[in-house]
């Protein structure tokens, strides 16, 4: 019950927050009207920053909604994130497929039932890449935002902020990322060079100041197979 | 005026000479002297035919302009401006050509060239996967991409490129195994918390060329302070062929100047103490400077260079060539009144004369292994030899002077002692004659040789340092061995490049290799390409494939999947050919695996990275007559022992050349105790390297061939000078002193093949020395004087 309240609440201030991204969502071009600067950045976002000094760990739930180029309805999954300090992003897809892809500074491991698959850092440096943007998106690392992307945005009247990332270079299909919280990330918004959108809102956010435990740490660990 | 006498004659004519070559070397020699650095040049050429030489050359010789830079700090912010600061000021040298810091191999660039041929071009997963009937595992994980934000790490949004298959082949062309990434345009790397950004820049000319060098160098330390001064906390690593050459020839320099100096002090002293005047030390700095601009003249005349080391080598020629002078001037000690110089030729010129061919005999035994460096060595010193002799003979009997003077106090009476000596007779002398061969056996039976060409070339331990940095930050470097390719056409090469990588990746998979770097694997066969669309054409676009379901079952409408097929359809006749892609901005680092043509087609290179077990990969290319494994290193190793064996044929041969020279002077009964000096030298310079444990090579050999015209000398003077003695002691043992200063001076040497040969001829005179004043000073006993 606690839990259905928290999520009104949150559906109730996205749709004050954010009218123009009410049901199916469209790239939001006004973040991008704004350049920012890091030290700007840094005193908008605090209420967001601060709880994450000293954080450990950061997990909630999340809902990705895409909607693709020429494909007339979103496609939406929903599923749960962990989000480990100096360890990685363990990201579980429940609804439609269970799946589960952990990315470590070390290696991607995907997992689909029984079945791993694991890329080390090593055979795909391009990794690394993704799992630093992912790390830094997170725990809001300003300087390695700055070092990836130019950035925009800025607080809002009410207290949120947005903040705007655009790749300095073309590294892959995504053009512009825009990321949306108050108190927290709550929102991130991926805009691809087709048009293709994808919406990932964050829920039920918890950001614990303790060491992680033995199991959260095994999601990160990949066992060796032997077949 | 009556006829010139002969010693005028002789002094004309050595007059001539010298005034030609002074003229010669002043007009045409040195203005185009030319000194060479390259440690490699003297070394054999190992190639076993002119393509293997042609790939040397062009990988490895792009491989020597390359330098790589490291530009550390605390955070990647300032690690890129201090490298933006660094490659600016290294732009501002005429010395780069080439200083590469942000990086066009992006994924966009990549898109712009490869982006038409994307319906041929497969990774080899996903080639492996759609070959083998699993092309519904990919639409699979393409579906499941979409739910997850794996589906965001593609390079083509899902409507251009569903299976992302396209993004796959992209991505192992951008996969170089190692530690660095693509980072706001820059390649960067991460290690205990600092960031290094990687800077590379290609010298306009060879690393080794003396010019180059300075001006490089130069440019790399102002580019350094202005990193350092552009962020906090900044240290930069270097890695490259130009700092090692950089570091040899500044020591071979300084060994140079050292050695020449503390010979030359050393012949100075000597002539001053053992002379007395000036006039001898006049003529013997003058034999010098004949010996050295002769030498000099001959070598540049004959191989067009001198090699820095052949001077390093020369240096020791000091010390041999003012033995003549020395001989000549110790003529004086006997006495004789009036004493001329015509009377000193009259009394040692016979000595000088065989002392001067068996010296150079054994000097020549260098140009025998097919080593330009030896070779030098060998032409310089023969020359020089030859020249300071001759120098001795003809001119020196009208410049010498009538003065007298007697030998300084101390060495008469050394000399005095040493020839009034009776070595050991009897029992004793057989029992010191038994431990000594005892001795000399055990230490020959411990002596062994390494033959590992890394042994015999070294760099400044903080160089090296470096290079262990910078290779950790990068993970791991290109290895000097590598597979060639040949093939008699383009289309021929990448199959037979193909057939090598089926090999390879299964190395990749078990773990005996990091990686490798192939032509091929940007551009596949035309053959390949082929295959891949029509496996494509069946498995994904075809009405049959996996393509129209996954897009149905998405909830597109049929256009969409017909537009795709339209799309694939339309790239039907485009192949993606290797010129292309060589020209596009983009092959990089791709285009030094490129040789060319050759005699016999064309020739690629295959470079390996991070090389676990050699022999795993030499098994690998068993059987493939089109790829063939090149180790330069463990080749030039096996030349060297091979040639190291020859020279102790060599040394044998000598000894025999010598041996016939001194029969036919001195008579066959003569020989064993005449050359039992220089042989018992030889024998307890091995003994001893043997007995200290110091492995011997080449140059060990090569070095006691050198102790054998040396040491020849001196039973050969000691022979001649059997009537006084007392004065050829003298003399033998001021020119012993010179000679083995001259070779003490090289095994100091910091280049371990010079310390090699230095140290053993140092042994080898002093044995060589000792055995023939102890042989000479028993004058047979039963001969009454």
């Not at chain 2, 040491?711 to 043992?733: C, H, K, N, P, W």
């Amino acid at each position: 019950m606690k839990r259905l309240l928290r999520s009104l609440a949150l559906i109730g201030c996205l749709l004050l927050q954010m009218p123009a991204h009410s049901a199916a969502p469209e790239p939001a071009a006004d973040v991008f009207a704004h350049p920012a600067t890091i030290t700007a950045l840094r005193v908008a976002l605090t209420p967001a920053t601060r709880p994450l000094q000293g954080a450990q760990s950061i997990r909630g739930a999340y809902r990705q909604q895409k909607q693709l180029h020429e494909l007339p309805r979103p496609l939406s999954s929903s599923g749960r994130f962990l989000f480990l300090r100096d360890t990685g992003i363990a990201w579980t897809t429940i609804e439609p497929f269970a799946s589960e892809l952990v990315i470590t500074r070390e290696h991607l491991i995907q997992r689909e039932g029984d079945n791993e698959v694991l890329v080390s850092a090593a055979q795909q440096p391009a990794l690394q890449m993704v799992a630093e943007i992912f790390f830094a998106v997170f725990s809001l690392d300003f300087d390695t935002l700055e070092s990836l992307f130019d950035l925009y945005g800025g607080a809002n009247a009410d207290g949120s902020w947005s903040l705007g990332l655009r790749p300095k270079q073309a590294a892959g299909s995504v053009v512009g990322i825009q990321i949306n919280g108050a108190a927290q990330v709550e929102q991130v918004l991926l805009t691809e060079s087709s048009g293709d959108l994808t919406r990932i809102d964050l829920q039920q956010v918890q950001i614990s100041q303790d060491a992680p435990d033995a199991a959260d740490r095994a999601l990160f660990s990949s066992p060796p197979k032997h077949p | 005026m009556s006829k010139p006498s002969a010693p005028m004659l002789r002094f004309g004519l050595w007059l001539t000479a010298v005034l030609a070559l002074l003229a010669s070397s002043g007009i045409w020699l040195l203005p185009q002297l030319r000194i060479e650095t390259d440690i490699t040049a003297m070394l054999p050429q190992t190639a076993p035919d002119a393509v293997v030489e042609q790939s040397l050359d062009r990988f490895a010789a792009a491989a020597g302009r390359r330098n790589v830079y490291l530009i550390e700090a605390d955070a990647f912010a300032s690690a890129r401006a201090a490298a933006a600061a660094f490659t600016a000021a290294l732009r501002q040298s005429p010395a780069f050509v080439e200083v590469e810091f942000e990086r066009g191999l992006d994924a966009k660039a990549l898109d712009a060239v490869l982006g038409p041929y994307r319906h041929t071009l497969l990774a080899d997963a996903d080639r492996a996967a759609l070959a083998s009937g699993h092309a519904q595992a990919l639409a699979d994980t393409a579906l499941r991409a979409l739910y997850s934000p794996a589906g965001l790490m593609r390079a083509r949004p899902f409507g251009e490129d569903p299976l992302n298959l396209y993004g796959d082949y992209l991505q192992s062309l951008v996969a170089a195994p190692g530690a660095l990434q693509l980072r706001d345009g820059v390649l960067a790397s991460t290690l205990d918390g600092r960031v290094s950004v990687m800077v590379t820049a290609t010298l306009k000319d060879s690393p080794f060329a003396l010019g180059a060098q300075t001006g490089a160098s130069a440019a790399v330390a102002a580019a350094s302070a202005a990193a350092r001064s552009a962020a906090a906390e900044v240290r930069v690593y270097n890695s490259g062929v130009l700092q090692h050459a950089v570091a040899n020839s500044e020591r071979a320099k300084r060994e140079i100047s050292v050695f020449g100096s503390l010979s030359l002090l050393g012949v100075i002293l000597v002539c001053l103490y053992c002379f007395g005047s000036l006039r001898p030390l006049a003529l013997v700095l003058m034999t010098l400077a004949v010996g050295t601009l002769a030498s000099i003249s001959a070598v540049q005349w004959l191989f067009g260079q001198i090699h820095l080391l052949a001077l390093v080598f020369g240096s020791s020629l000091i010390g041999v060539a003012v033995d003549y002078a020395i001989h000549f001037f110790s003529d004086r000690f006997r006495g004789v009144r009036p004493w001329s110089g015509q009377i000193a030729v009259d009394h040692v010129g016979t000595a000088i004369l065989v002392g001067m061919l068996t010296t150079s005999l054994g000097y020549l035994a260098l140009i025998v292994p097919p080593f330009p460096g030896l070779r030098q060595m060998a032409v310089f010193s023969v020359v020089g030899v030859l020249s300071a002799g001759l120098t001795a003979l003809l001119a020196f009997p009208l410049l010498a002077g009538h003065s007298v003077r007697p030998p300084p106090v101390a060495l008469a009476a050394a000399a005095r002692w040493l020839s009034l000596r009776r070595p050991p007779q009897g029992r004793s002398a057989a029992l010191a004659a038994l431990l000594l061969i005892g001795a000399a056996a055990f230490g020959l039976s411990r002596l062994s040789f390494v033959d590992d060409v890394r042994a015999l070339q070294s760099s400044p331990a903080p160089l090296l340092a470096q290079e262990a940095a910078v290779q950790q930050r990068l993970g791991g470097g290109t290895d000097t061995r590598f597979f060639l390719v040949e093939g008699s056409d383009t289309e021929a090469l990448l199959q037979h490049e193909e057939q090598l990588r089926t090999r390879l990746d299964r190395l990749v998979a078990d773990q005996q290799l990091a990686g490798y770097l192939a032509l091929s694997r940007a551009v596949p066969s035309a053959a390949r390409q082929r295959q891949n669309r029509a496996l494509l054409a069946t498995e994904v676009y075809g009405d049959n494939g996996v393509l129209r379901p996954l897009l149905a079952g998405l909830g597109y409408a049929d256009d969409s999947y017909q537009r795709l097929q339209a799309d694939f359809a339309a790239a039907d006749d485009r192949i993606l050919s290797l010129p292309q892609w060589l020209d596009s901005a983009l092959a990089g680092p791709y285009r030094g695996l490129w040789v060319g043509t050759t005699d016999r087609g064309v020739a690629s290179v295959v470079a390996l990275i991070g090389v676990r077990d050699l022999d795993t990969l030499r098994a690998t290319a068993a059987g493939l007559d089109s790829a063939r494994l090149i180790d330069r290193v463990a080749d030039i190793s096996t030349v060297l022992a091979h040639y190291r064996r020859i020279a102790l044929f060599g040394l044998a041969a000598a000894l025999l050349a010598i041996a016939v020279v001194v029969a036919l002077r001195y008579g066959l009964r003569a020989c064993p105790r005449l050359l039992l000096a220089p042989v018992g030298g030889c024998v307890l310079t091995l003994a001893t390297l043997g007995l200290l444990g110091i492995p011997g090579n080449l140059f060990t050999v090569l070095a006691l061939l050198l102790v054998l015209g040396l040491g020849v000398d001196y039973t050969v003077f000691l022979r001649e000078g059997a009537a006084s003695r007392q004065v050829t002691i003298m003399a033998i043992s001021a020119a012993a002193v010179t000679t083995v200063l001259a070779f003490g001076t090289l095994s100091a040497s910091a280049t371990p093949f010079i310390r090699s040969l230095g140290l053993a001829a140092l042994l080898g005179v002093a044995y060589t020395w000792l055995i023939a004043i102890a042989l000479s000073a028993a004058p047979q006993p039963r001969v009454p004087q």
